[in-house]
């Protein structure tokens, strides 16, 4: 089975849409996957995620199944740097969360306090039940960090979500602590991750992934990546954000 992960094209989060540069990667990345033979689709049911599946169902003429569980992830917290307001879960300044160990342990990462008192780790569980439930009835069951196959197939699976929501269904699948994930890797809009599955031995499978945050659909085109989903390069970078 193969699984793709897209990030909605560029957005415009005070209408939860897309600019007219997201519209423009949401066709790109129609032309690319209306060419594969994909078994079903599955978004989330935030307007921007919407937005960036429409234009490849219409080329396809199917429909997709929308899932609360695929919106941005929604869990705020009291970051250590901002008093007067709660925040995302995954942006922290560097130098807060890199200076906590377990953050970088996938087994402890919630436990921290900031999160604890949040519980946090409800809102993670509540996700990754679901797309193992979902993932089940694909014919894969979740045990432990491998997959049960009790149905092999090479069904293609596509989730038109958010960076957020893609950095725990990430970590999830690869045991990996989501903070390194939301902190020190980018998919920029309208970019597509891949899993495959891998079943070595008869009925025990694991997922592997073969490309992250990939944006050749842009590419081709002469489309630029945003940079919706960075921070400036450098702290004198007037045109690039800080926050």
Same mark, same amino acid.
């Given at each position: 089975?193969?699984?793709?992960?897209?990030?909605?094209?560029?957005?415009?989060?005070?209408?939860?849409?897309?600019?007219?540069?997201?519209?423009? #990667?949401?066709?790109?990345?129609?032309?690319?996957? %209306?060419?594969?033979?994909?078994?079903?689709?599955?978004?989330?049911?935030?307007?921007?995620?919407?937005?960036?599946?429409?234009?490849?169902?219409?080329?396809?003429?199917?429909? =997709?199944?929308?899932?609360?569980?695929?919106? #941005?992830?929604?869990?705020?917290?009291?970051?250590?740097?901002?008093?007067?307001?709660?925040?995302?879960?995954?942006?922290?300044?560097?130098?807060?969360?890199?200076?906590?160990?377990?953050?970088?342990?996938?087994?402890?990462?919630?436990?921290?306090?900031?999160?604890?008192?949040?519980?946090?780790?409800?809102?993670?569980?509540?996700?990754?039940?679901?797309?193992?439930?979902?993932?089940?009835?694909?014919?894969?069951?979740?045990?432990?960090?491998?997959?049960?196959? #009790?149905? =092999?197939?090479?069904?293609?699976?596509?989730?038109?979500?958010?960076?957020?929501?893609?950095?725990?269904?990430? %970590?999830?699948?690869?045991?990996?602590?989501?903070?390194?994930?939301?902190?020190?890797?980018?998919?920029?809009?309208?970019?597509?991750?891949?899993?495959?599955?891998?079943?070595?031995? #008869?009925?025990? =499978?694991?997922?592997?992934?073969?490309?992250?945050?990939?944006?050749?659909?842009?590419?081709?085109?002469?489309?630029?990546?945003?940079?919706?989903?960075?921070?400036?390069?450098?702290?004198?970078?007037?045109?690039?954000?800080?926050?």
């Amino acid at each position: 089975m193969k699984i793709l992960i897209v990030r909605h094209g560029d957005p415009d989060y005070e209408h939860d849409s897309l600019t007219p540069k997201g519209r423009r #990667e949401a066709e790109l990345l129609a032309e690319r996957l %209306s060419g594969m033979d994909i078994s079903k689709f599955y978004v989330s049911p935030l307007g921007r995620a919407k937005a960036t599946a429409a234009p490849t169902l219409e080329r396809m003429g199917r429909t =997709a199944t929308e899932c609360e569980w695929l919106r #941005e992830f929604d869990a705020p917290i009291d970051r250590p740097d901002v008093t007067d307001r709660k925040m995302i879960t995954w942006d922290w300044l560097p130098q807060d969360w890199t200076g906590e160990p377990l953050f970088f342990d996938y087994e402890k990462w919630m436990t921290h306090p900031v999160m604890a008192r949040d519980d946090v780790g409800a809102q993670y569980r509540w996700v990754t039940d679901n797309f193992d439930r979902l993932l089940a009835s694909h014919g894969y069951v979740h045990e432990g960090r491998i997959y049960r196959v #009790e149905q =092999a197939n090479r069904d293609t699976l596509v989730f038109f979500c958010h960076f957020g929501l893609e950095c725990v269904l990430l %970590s999830h699948i690869l045991g990996v602590s989501p903070m390194v994930l939301w902190h020190q890797v980018c998919a920029a809009p309208s970019s597509v991750t891949t899993l495959v599955t891998e079943e070595r031995r #008869e009925g025990i =499978a694991i997922l592997r992934m073969t490309g992250f945050g990939d944006i050749s659909h842009l590419y081709k085109h002469g489309e630029p990546p945003s940079f919706q989903a960075r921070f400036c390069e450098t702290f004198d970078s007037p045109d690039e954000r800080h926050d």
